[in-house]
């Protein structure tokens, strides 16, 4: 079942807050995680999957490589779109490595994020 | 050697004869004591012996064992003697009762005066005349075995058969029923046991000497004893066999007395004369081998052509001659024979012949002695033998004297016939050379050497042959010849005729020769080629030069003038390196020449025609990076290379007579030549070779020097470049903080202002803050490289630092959920640079909270002495081993990137700052088990302050 939610996985607590701001002020849902390892935990809790994951790459304990390995193994939770958020300047090589459905490149312009995040989970709240 | 049976017999004789003798003794003895009825009938006296004779029976028996060593101890030869003594003394006094005709027996009343008194049987009680004079015989006979000295033994021996022919006698007498033979004279009859006692016991006595002249005549391994042990027993049984038949016969009355006597006679005879021819048969038979063995030996003596010399026992010569031809030595007179040795070798021959004289033993000498025959002196070998008589003394000495003469030259004219080979055939050079310096002899490699056959070296001399060379030989010859003391393995280089125009290479040993007498008659040269070997030396020694040359400098012009040079005098007269420049134009780069003005004659051709002309030399090269050479350089080859009249003028100057052209190529590439030019020697094949290798490798160092160059360069401009941009950044970092600050200041000023506002312009100020930090890291990072790092230093208490800075980290503390424990006794001051102290601390601290996983951190602060000790310690995921050792270098992380941010500069930098105080930082850590960082600080940095410049703050990230 597709949720609402956009599910954020970001190590950079301003990054993580100013990121929720910004999209929870353009009317949608977010939950925010610290690393892979968390967003498994919250993944893999009872209640509504997100509609999207915007996964930042490089975080202490579980990294995003790891987090998509684990997921991609997971039937339940392989379908769920993951967008990466990274600074790397080659993006499009990580996408193609991993299968993510799309790539932002950090410093991601607020317009882009929002278009983004509302492909995956439509419009919600004005 | 096996004793032979008679040996053994002889051995065993006096033990069976002494046990048959005591065994009759004992059984008269019994008989007298018990009165044996057998013993005692009317015929008693026949065979009982008187008591006395029974006695001294068994004491001969006990002097014969006693006396059977050769050499017995003191106490047996005294218990001998006494026994001996006894025998005698029982002897003596009996002949004295006889003699005296006393009617009563003393001795054997004293001995056997009960019995005699009991006077049961009618025994004969005083022993027999015949007994006592065989007694007094044996006795005295046995005492004298032991004395020492020829003639007693011999007296012995005579005493002891006069003996045995007593009982004999009487035997006889038995035995053809002859009483009056073993009554007479007295009434009294020896007894029959008596007399085979006395029989046995006197026979024993040669036996107990069985070396004594007697014996070995008789028993001896010689010609004589064969006869002896073969007539002795004809003579003693045959006889008695014969009397005794014909003795027979008269008694039965078949013969009368005449007809027995003369039947006697005649087989006696027939018998004897029988023996004799026999035995003159065997003496003849043994007179003959005697004769064959001295022919034999004057078939020897005359065949080997030796001279037999006879000298007696004091070693006095007495005759020297051939013993069959009779042919003498000529003069050779027993006081002069030493006149006829060399001189040299009188002593020697004198010495050894005293001493094989005085120890008699062999003696054998090689001298040089006249020859009366053939005039001179000759190579003689003499050999005395010692020969002993019975005694073992030397009774007089045989010898020879062979003429070895001819057998010694044949020698050695052998030996010099295979040095002789061996010289000819020795892989060195080999010469021999008189006083005057001019070669005697010479063998086929140092003609080959030369280049020269080996006639026309003989009597003359260096300089006519090999002039180049004679200047480096003649001198150390001519020193030999002058000093005596040899050279040895010196260099010698140059040309011969061999290889006209070619360098070449020898090593020579110089060595005197003597005559006999010790003068130095000439100069013997031992030569060895060294040439392949020298080159490769030379080649070798010049490409690790000129790989060091190109290693070691910081200007590829100065280095390949280096290697130009080095190539000077081994390889080329001159040498030129040229190279491509960036637009692949060929130019001249380094110049060494040994010919006066040649180096500017050099550089004045390149200026004038840059990089070479043509189609020859380096141009030709560089363009085919093929090699090169000309090994004559003619007029016509000049006249070829040269672009115009001018050119050919220069090129002339330049008096080449061979050069020598290889690419320098690497890695593909040709980067230019190397060339090697030659004023008297000729390039040749092999050395293309050689020269191609050193290309190579000079070309490899090259490129080294310029990829090495390029990587320098690459460094310089990051660094430069970070420098550059880290300052850029600081521009639109000023104005973008302090507008954030205004801002920041401006909202919180407002009343009312949104939460959202204020939160959001936080965030602003704190990654304002950050990019801050992380330039000024990059500016730091950059000055360090440029070697700036200069520290302002004051008085700092470190544990107040610590904690400001850990109250400054608190919310980041706080949000990772460590703890921090700050230990300390109380403050630990020194002098350092506050500020860069705080980067340190911060640093590391920031570190632990980051990887700290959340447990708690521990700071401790002490004092060690003169320094000061901080360390920070957390339980996170450590370090791993293999990147303990590059944690401190610059842009490394003790962490995976794909988990960790940062710049990997932190922990680079706070050990710079801390270098600079003079301190040390070390980590322990293991992956899992969390990292202890420990700094260790002097109470005051080493070195003033300076003025400071600005700098940044410390920076995240563990590196």
Redesign the interface.
Known sequence: VKGAEVLLVEDD??VR??IT?LLEAEGFSVAAVVDGAAALARLRAPGEKPCVILLD?????M?G?EFRAAQAADPALAAIPVVLLSASAQMDLLAADFAAAETLRKPVPLATLCAVVERYCGRRAP | MRPRVIDRVIAAYPIVASAGAAALAAGALAGHLLGVGVLVGPESARWLMAPASALALLAASAAVLLAREERPGRARRAAARIAAGAVALVGIVVLAEHALRLPATPLDLWLFGAALAAGAPPIAGRMALQAALGFALLGVALALVDRRGRRFLRLSEALALAAAFVPLIALAGYAFGARTLYVFPSNRSIAIGASLGLFLLATVVPTLRPRSPLMTAVFGDTPGGALARRLLPAVALLPAVVIGLLFRAASAGLIDASTEQALEWVLNFAWLALLVVASARGVDRLHGEVRRSEERYRALVQATATVVVTADASGMPTSFANPTTGEEWPQLESDTWIDWIHPEDRARVATDWARAVSEGTRFEAEVRALRPDKGGYGRVVGRGVPLFDERGAVREWLGAIIDVTDARQAEREQTLGLLDALFSAAPVGLAFLDRDLRYVRTNDTFAAILGLPREVHIGRAPRDLIPGLAPQLEPRLRKVIETGAPSVAREVSGETPAVPGVRRHWIASNYPVRSPRGETIGVGSVVLEITDRKRAEDAQRFSVEAATALASSLDLDTALEEVARLAVPSLADGCAVHLFDEEGILHMVGLADEGPGQVPLGWEIERRYPGGTGLYGPPRVARTGAPHFLEEVTEVELREHAVDEANLALLRRLAMRSYLCVPLAARGRTLGTLFFLSRKWRYQGHDVATAEDLGRRVATAIDNVKLYRRAEQAVRTRDEFLSIAAHELKTPLTALRLQVEARVRAVRRSEGAPEAALRSMEIIGRQTERLTKLVDTLLDVTRIRAGRLPLETAEVDLVALVREVGERLAGELAASGSTLEIQAAGPVAGVWDRLRLDQVVTNLLSNAIKFGEGRPIAVRIEEAGERVRLVVRDRGIGISRESLSRLFQRFERGVSDRHYGGLGLGLYIAQQIVSAHAGAIEVESEAGKGATFTVTLPRAAPFAARARPARGEPVEGRS
Do not use: F, I, V, Y
């Open positions: 607590a301003d807050e100013t701001m790459l490089m975080m202490p304990r990294n490589w």
